[in-house]
C-alpha cells in the first residue's frame, strides 16, 4: 500500500507533513568539534522531501543544522520545505535590538526572506524579559519577517498567559510520548479551546520505544553513548524504571506484529492520534540512517480498541512524569542529558534589580506604582521577606488580558522573579494575600493559586476588593521566610 502522507495546516499558508524531521542530531554528530559539510548533509535531506516528509524542525543551537537547511533552499529543484526552527536566548535582559539580530540572523543561516515558524523558549517564567521578547518578536511578524509564531516547552499556565496577552502564536512544541504524558493533563484541552497544535518531540524516547531495547538488559545509564539516550533515561528512571519499560516494549511488539509494522510506527502514531497534536518530530541523523520507509508505514495503519486497551493497560503501571510540560528544564527533577543544566546555562540572573539600604535589601520592579506611591516591591530584612500587593502589570502593559486566571499566573510569576532576586524561592513563601475585583472570578483565581503552591501550602486569605484600575482582576501580596539550604 502506497503511503499517503499527513499534512496539517498549522496556520494560514503553512502546511506541514505531520512526520517531522528533527534536526537535533546535528548538535550530538558535531559534538566532538567538527561541523558537517553543509552541502553534503543538505542533500541528505532531498529524499526525505521526494518522499512527501517535506518538514524540518531545528533550532539556533542545534550545530550547523540552520546552514544546513539553508544550502537545501539554494537548489530549487530539490523541492520546497518548511523549516521550522527556534530561538532559544540565554537568560537575562532582552532589548529590541537583541530580537532583530537573533531573527536576522536565522534568516540569514536558512537563506529566506521569512522564518516559516519560529518557536521561542523561555528558562525562567519569574524573568518578564521572556514576554518582552515576544511581543517584539510579534512585532517582526507584523513586518513580515516571520511567517508564523511558535512555542517550545511551554506550560498551560505560561500558554494560557501568551494566549490572553494577544500575543498569536500556532504551536508549542513539548515533549509527548507513551513514557510521557504530561501534555495530556491541561495542555490539550487549552489548546484545542484557542486553535493551537502541539509538536510532540521524544516520541520515541531517544530510541528507547524500539525493538532494540525490547528484551535487553539494563543499560549502565552513566553510559549511554548518545545526549538523547542519556536524557530520556532519565524520564524512563522516572517513569518507573527497566522492567515497567520492557512491559511497555511487549505490549508495543503486540501491536505491531498485529499491524506488520515497527513498534516505532505503533509509538509514533499513538501520538499523533492525541487531541491537539499536529505532528510528531522524529530525528535524523543526515547522510547516516533516514528511516524513511518505516516513518512513511506510519500513515498506513490506525490503532484500534484492542490497540488502545493493551497499550493502556501497560500504561497503567508507569509513573506520571512530575510536573508539566517543560518543567524538565526549570525545576527538578532536571530530566536532561546531563540531569542538570550545565550544559545549557552558566547562571540564573535575578529577574529584578536589587539595592541595599543598611540591612534591608530592596526589589523594585519598575512598575509607576512604585514610583508614585513610593513602595518596594519586595523587601528582604534578615530571612523575613514581604512582598507588596502585586498586580499583572509589566512595564505599560496588563498581562493576561481579560483572564483572570492568566492575570493571577502572571502575578505569581511576578512575586516569584522578586523572590528570586532576594535569594529565596516559592518554596519559602508561608503567608499569601489575595484580592478579587469580580467575586465570579475567585474560583479561576484559587485554582491559579492552587496550581502554584501544591506542595507549599501557605496560609491563605482571598477576599473581594476594589482594586486601583478597571483592568486589574486580581492583587496579591506574599510573606517568606527564607529558610537554611543544605550547600
Given at each position: 500500500?502506497?503511503?499517503?502522507?499527513?499534512?496539517?495546516?498549522?496556520?494560514?499558508?503553512?502546511?506541514i507533513s505531520r512526520v517531522v524531521n528533527g534536526l537535533w542530531q546535528i548538535a550530538d554528530m558535531e559534538r566532538d568539534g567538527r561541523t558537517l559539510d553543509p552541502e553534503a548533509a543538505a542533500a541528505a535531506m532531498v529524499p526525505y522531501v521526494q518522499a512527501g516528509c517535506t518538514t524540518f524542525d531545528m533550532a539556533d543551537h542545534y550545530g550547523s543544522a540552520e546552514a544546513i537547511a539553508g544550502a537545501f533552499t539554494t537548489d530549487a529543484k530539490r523541492g520546497r520545505a518548511q523549516?521550522?526552527?527556534k530561538w532559544v536566548p540565554k537568560p537575562g535582559p532582552v532589548t529590541r535590538e537583541d530580537v532583530r539580530a537573533a531573527v536576522d540572523r536565522a534568516r540569514q543561516r536558512l537563506r529566506r526572506e521569512a522564518i516559516d515558524l519560529l518557536q521561542f523558549h523561555a528558562w525562567n517564567f519569574a524573568d518578564p524579559g521572556w514576554l518582552d521578547a515576544l511581543w517584539w518578536l510579534q512585532e517582526l511578524k507584523g513586518e513580515g519577517l516571520i511567517r508564523h509564531l511558535g512555542l517550545t516547552n511551554f506550560d498551560a499556565a505560561h500558554l494560557g498567559i501568551v494566549l490572553h496577552s494577544g500575543i498569536e502564536v500556532v504551536s508549542n512544541q513539548v515533549c509527548f510520548s507513551l513514557l510521557d504524558r504530561r501534555p495530556r493533563r491541561q495542555l490539550t484541552d487549552l489548546c484545542l479551546a484557542h486553535g493551537v497544535k502541539l509538536l510532540a518531540y521524544g516520541t520515541l524516547a531517544g530510541g528507547f520505544l524500539t525493538e532494540r531495547w525490547l528484551g535487553a538488559p539494563e543499560p549502565a545509564w552513566d553510559q549511554l553513548e548518545t545526549w538523547s539516550l542519556m536524557k530520556y533515561g532519565r524520564f524512563i528512571q522516572a517513569a518507573g524504571g527497566w522492567q515497567v519499560l520492557q512491559e511497555l516494549l511487549r505490549a508495543l511488539d503486540?501491536?505491531?506484529?498485529?499491524?506488520?509494522?515497527?513498534?516505532?510506527?505503533?509509538?509514533?502514531?499513538?501520538?499523533?492520534?492525541?487531541?491537539?497534536?499536529?505532528?510528531?518530530?522524529?530525528?535524523?541523523?543526515?547522510?547516516?540512517?533516514?528511516?524513511?520507509?518505516?516513518?512513511?508505514?506510519?500513515?498506513?495503519?490506525?490503532?484500534?480498541?484492542?490497540?488502545?486497551?493493551?497499550?493502556?493497560?501497560?500504561?497503567?503501571?508507569?509513573?506520571?512524569?512530575?510536573?508539566?510540560?517543560?518543567?524538565?528544564?526549570?525545576?527538578?527533577?532536571f530530566l536532561t542529558a546531563s540531569g542538570d543544566l550545565r550544559h545549557h546555562l552558566d547562571a540564573l540572573p535575578p529577574p529584578y534589580p536589587v539595592h541595599t539600604d543598611g540591612d534591608r535589601r530592596i526589589v523594585s520592579t519598575g512598575t509607576p506604582w512604585e514610583r508614585i506611591a513610593g513602595f518596594a516591591r519586595a523587601l528582604r530584612w534578615g530571612d523575613r521577606i514581604w512582598v507588596s500587593g502585586t498586580t499583572a502589570t509589566h512595564r505599560d502593559r496588563v498581562v493576561g488580558g481579560s483572564d483572570p486566571a492568566a492575570q493571577m499566573h502572571f502575578v505569581i510569576d511576578k512575586i516569584e522573579g522578586a523572590l528570586q532576586s532576594l535569594g529565596a524561592r516559592l518554596e519559602d513563601v508561608v503567608s499569601t494575600q489575595v484580592f478579587v475585583r469580580n467575586l465570579s472570578d475567585w474560583e479561576a483565581v484559587a485554582r491559579a493559586h492552587g496550581e502554584?503552591?501544591?506542595?507549599?501550602?501557605?496560609?491563605?486569605?482571598?477576599?473581594?476588593?476594589?482594586l486601583v484600575g478597571d483592568e486589574y482582576l486580581v492583587e496579591m501580596q506574599a510573606e517568606a521566610a527564607v529558610r537554611v539550604r543544605a550547600a
Open positions: 500500500m502506497t503511503a499517503v502522507v499527513e499534512r496539517c495546516e498549522l496556520g494560514a499558508g503553512l502546511d523549516l521550522l526552527t503486540r501491536v505491531a506484529r498485529r499491524h506488520r509494522c515497527s513498534m516505532a510506527n505503533v509509538a509514533c502514531r499513538y501520538v499523533l492520534e492525541q487531541p491537539a497534536v499536529g505532528a510528531v518530530i522524529v530525528g535524523a541523523r543526515l547522510g547516516i540512517r533516514d528511516h524513511i520507509p518505516d516513518n512513511l508505514r506510519i500513515f498506513q495503519f490506525r490503532l484500534d480498541e484492542r490497540d488502545r486497551q493493551e497499550i493502556d493497560a501497560a500504561l497503567a503501571a508507569l509513573q506520571p512524569i512530575p510536573g508539566d510540560s517543560g518543567d524538565e528544564y526549570r525545576r527538578p527533577p502554584r503552591f501544591q506542595g507549599i501550602l501557605p496560609a491563605n486569605t482571598l477576599v473581594q476588593a476594589a
